[in-house]
């Protein structure tokens, strides 16, 4: 049998972080009474208009800049028409034709064969970002044959990030996305945290032999998770290279992912081939952007956007952070990616190294060996940690004076997890854990033990 | 040329008109001819101007919260609401296809 090459690309959209919506000025907010966050241009009443955000903007361009894509100075909104009862206007705001930055890309790393220990980095290309609204939300009254619709979410500023089919398995999915998000969370451009909606992900998958054409590709929706995204790919091209083995056809379709039933299934609503008769949002001029070179003179500040200026004020990116980690504290490379990883985890790290004199390449590993562990098995963030930074840099302190053994420090810290306001050294008293120094003590138990054994 | 019914069909789906009757299909038509006009204009080399606007500033709106809670005004458009939701069907209604 020929072996298949799967083809994964990703159609990512991620909420931006922002006070007010794209084009309007109501509040973005996740949970708020419905329809309480709905100004009049988003319930689209006749005589409202578009009026673009500047954070907007500014969370596209560093996005952009963060994924190395070329920035457009001129990028143009059109309008994207479909009915849906969650889209009041019968369009989206979208840039179809010039989107703000194209021609990027995206370095993740993998494990191979589930050890920590050997890391590859991959490559994935972004072929471009545009700014979109989001529409409202439809929530299906199956009972009473209905939907009903909140419309809090409409407008919304969206960052659409497409990454170019350069994935082949769910893990690379998974992956990628899971460094798109922590580059996101680190600009501040999008909270991104997928169970609230703020990150969601299109995957577009299809098989084919080598040497031959790509296959039809389809797309696959509702994946709630990274874990599932991972799975949902995977099952994805499963069932295409059985269904082609099988003498069948892929079909170019929209696809579910059951989350519960752990495999995909067409999506009913979807109408043949939409046709969604793009055309140039005839209320919004040109996006115009300046760099240091093309900035005009006598300009207002506010009214204008500066691509150098924002590209001097972005933040240390998660690869530039883990580098620094690996050089500054000699950790290994795979400690830096568990470290940033998990939230707070790298900073707790560092807090401890400042307050204790255990070297850095000793106290990773209690970070991640013991406090990690804990924290993963009472299912608890690093913030709300019973052991803070200070009481384990004191408990390593004690390790590091030869004050208790290595075993002993384990189980002062299993104290220090019951969060009963107990410092290390008040443990290590109580449970009289300390190391005997004296040479004399020492004697005298020794020959104590020796004197037992000759008495029997 | 004539406008298929497939055309048509397909146009009715996309923008909810109704072309009604032979007249309106006629009329559709001599609207298609009208602006077959501007194909008799040479435009290479021309970069095309989709918008008036084109030269004009596009203003920037500062990020404060100043629209919104106006649930009530909202949903007095709405004829049918349940708890502060509109009230929409199930899903799409589909259009019939057209006979002729």
Same mark, same amino acid.
């Given at each position: 049998?020929?072996?298949?090459?799967?083809?994964?690309?990703?159609?990512?959209?991620?909420?931006?972080?922002?006070?007010?919506?794209?084009?309007?000025?109501?509040?973005?907010?996740?949970?708020?009474?419905?329809?309480?966050?709905?100004?009049?241009?988003?319930?689209?009443?006749?005589?409202?208009?578009?009026?673009?955000?500047?954070?907007?903007?500014?969370?596209?361009?560093?996005?952009?800049?963060?994924?190395?894509?070329?920035?457009?100075?001129?990028?143009?909104?059109?309008?994207?028409?479909?009915?849906?009862?969650?889209?009041?206007?019968?369009?989206?705001?979208?840039?179809?034709?010039?989107?703000?930055?194209?021609?990027?890309? =995206?370095?993740?790393?993998?494990?191979?064969?589930?050890?920590?220990?050997?890391?590859?980095?991959?490559? +994935?290309?972004?072929?471009?970002?545009?700014?979109?609204?989001?529409?409202?939300?439809?929530?299906?009254?199956?009972?009473?044959?209905?939907?009903?619709?909140?419309?809090?979410?409409?407008?919304?500023?969206?960052?659409? +990030?497409?990454?170019?089919?350069?994935?082949?398995?769910?893990?690379?999915?998974?992956?990628?996305?899971?460094?798109?998000? =922590?580059?996101?969370?680190?600009?501040?451009?999008?909270?991104?945290?997928?169970?609230?909606?703020?990150?969601?992900?299109?995957?577009?998958?299809?098989?084919?032999?080598?040497?031959?054409?790509?296959? +039809?590709?389809?797309?696959?929706?509702?994946?709630?998770?990274?874990?599932?995204?991972?799975?949902?790919?995977?099952?994805?091209?499963?069932?295409?290279?059985?269904? *082609?083995?099988?003498?069948?056809?892929?079909?170019?379709?929209?696809?579910?992912?059951?989350?519960?039933?752990?495999?995909?299934?067409?999506?009913?609503?979807?109408?043949?081939?939409?046709?969604?008769?793009?055309?140039?949002?005839?209320?919004?001029?040109?996006? &115009?952007?300046?760099?240091?070179?093309?900035?005009?003179?006598?300009?207002?500040?506010?009214?204008?956007?500066?691509?150098?200026?924002?590209?001097?004020? =972005?933040?240390?990116?998660?690869?530039? #952070?883990?580098?620094?980690?690996?050089?500054?504290?000699?950790?290994?490379?795979?400690?830096?990616?568990?470290?940033?990883?998990?939230?707070?985890?790298?900073?707790?790290?560092?807090?401890?190294?400042?307050?204790?004199?255990? #070297?850095?390449? #000793?106290? &990773?590993?209690?970070?991640?060996?013991?406090?990690?562990?804990?924290?993963?098995?009472?299912?608890?963030?690093?913030?709300?940690?019973?052991?803070?930074?200070?009481?384990?840099?004191?408990?390593?302190?004690? *390790?590091?004076?030869?004050?208790?053994?290595?075993?002993?420090?384990?189980?002062?810290?299993?104290?220090?997890?019951?969060?009963?306001?107990?410092?290390? =050294?008040?443990? +290590?008293?109580?449970?009289?854990?300390?190391?005997?120094?004296?040479?004399?003590?020492?004697?005298?138990?020794?020959?104590?033990?020796?004197?037992?054994?000759?008495?029997? | 040329?004539?406008?298929? %019914?497939?055309?048509?069909?397909?146009?009715?789906?996309?923008?909810?008109? $109704? /072309?009604?009757?032979?007249?309106?299909?006629?009329?559709?038509?001599?609207?298609?001819? /009208?602006?077959?006009?501007?194909?008799?204009?040479?435009?290479?080399?021309?970069?095309?101007?989709?918008? %008036?606007?084109?030269?004009?500033?596009?203003?920037?709106?500062? $990020? $404060?919260?100043?629209?919104?809670?106006?649930?009530?005004?909202?949903?007095?458009?709405?004829?049918?609401? %349940?708890?502060?939701? /509109? %009230?929409?069907?199930?899903?799409?209604?589909?259009?019939?296809?057209?006979?002729?």
């Amino acid at each position: 049998l020929a072996p298949w090459i799967p083809v994964v690309g990703l159609e990512i959209h991620a909420q931006i972080s922002s006070n007010s919506k794209l084009f309007s000025g109501s509040q973005v907010q996740f949970a708020a009474p419905p329809n309480s966050l709905v100004s009049f241009f988003d319930a689209s009443l006749p005589g409202t208009l578009p009026v673009l955000n500047r954070r907007c903007v500014e969370a596209a361009v560093m996005t952009g800049l963060a994924l190395n894509c070329s920035i457009n100075k001129k990028s143009l909104f059109d309008r994207k028409h479909y009915f849906y009862a969650d889209l009041p206007a019968g369009y989206q705001i979208t840039q179809q034709r010039v989107p703000i930055a194209v021609n990027g890309s =995206l370095s993740y790393s993998l494990c191979i064969d589930n050890k920590m220990s050997q890391m590859v980095t991959k490559t +994935v290309r972004i072929k471009q970002i545009q700014l979109e609204q989001d529409s409202g939300k439809s929530l299906h009254d199956d009972t009473r044959c209905q939907t009903l619709v909140d419309l809090n979410r409409a407008g919304v500023g969206l960052m659409e +990030v497409v990454m170019e089919p350069d994935m082949c398995c769910g893990e690379e999915a998974a992956a990628a996305v899971r460094e798109l998000q =922590l580059i996101l969370q680190t600009l501040g451009s999008s909270q991104a945290v997928m169970a609230e909606g703020q990150l969601r992900v299109d995957a577009n998958v299809s098989v084919h032999h080598p040497g031959e054409p790509y296959g +039809v590709r389809t797309e696959v929706k509702n994946i709630n998770s990274i874990r599932f995204l991972a799975k949902a790919v995977d099952y994805e091209i499963q069932r295409q290279i059985e269904e *082609l083995e099988n003498g069948g056809t892929i079909l170019n379709e929209t696809r579910a992912f059951d989350s519960r039933l752990g495999c995909t299934v067409p999506m009913r609503d979807k109408e043949g081939k939409q046709d969604y008769r793009f055309m140039p949002e005839p209320n919004l001029p040109p996006l &115009i952007l300046y760099d240091a070179k093309s900035l005009p003179a006598n300009i207002n500040h506010q009214q204008v956007i500066n691509i150098d200026w924002i590209h001097e004020r =972005l933040p240390d990116l998660p690869s530039v #952070k883990r580098e620094k980690l690996v050089e500054q504290y000699g950790i290994l490379p795979e400690h830096s990616f568990t470290l940033l990883n998990e939230d707070g985890l790298a900073e707790f790290f560092e807090s401890v190294v400042k307050q204790t004199q255990m #070297k850095p390449k #000793k106290v &990773i590993g209690w970070i991640l060996n013991d406090l990690l562990s804990y924290l993963k098995q009472h299912s608890l963030t690093v913030k709300e940690s019973p052991v803070t930074s200070f009481l384990l840099a004191d408990l390593l302190n004690l *390790l590091e004076k030869k004050e208790i053994s290595s075993t002993a420090a384990k189980r002062v810290f299993a104290e220090l997890w019951k969060g009963e306001g107990k410092t290390p =050294l008040e443990i +290590v008293k109580e449970q009289k854990l300390e190391l005997l120094q004296d040479q004399k003590e020492l004697e005298q138990i020794c020959q104590a033990v020796i004197d037992g054994q000759e008495n029997e | 040329q004539k406008v298929s %019914v497939e055309v048509l069909d397909h146009l009715e789906h996309l923008a909810l008109v $109704d /072309f009604r009757d032979s007249e309106g299909v006629e009329r559709l038509q001599k609207a298609i001819e /009208f602006a077959d006009q501007l194909h008799e204009v040479n435009t290479d080399g021309v970069e095309p101007m989709d918008s %008036v606007l084109e030269d004009r500033c596009l203003y920037l709106r500062e $990020d $404060d919260v100043t629209e919104g809670n106006c649930t009530k005004e909202l949903l007095e458009n709405a004829r049918e609401k %349940v708890e502060e939701y /509109f %009230v929409a069907p199930p899903g799409n209604i589909p259009l019939p296809k057209l006979e002729e």
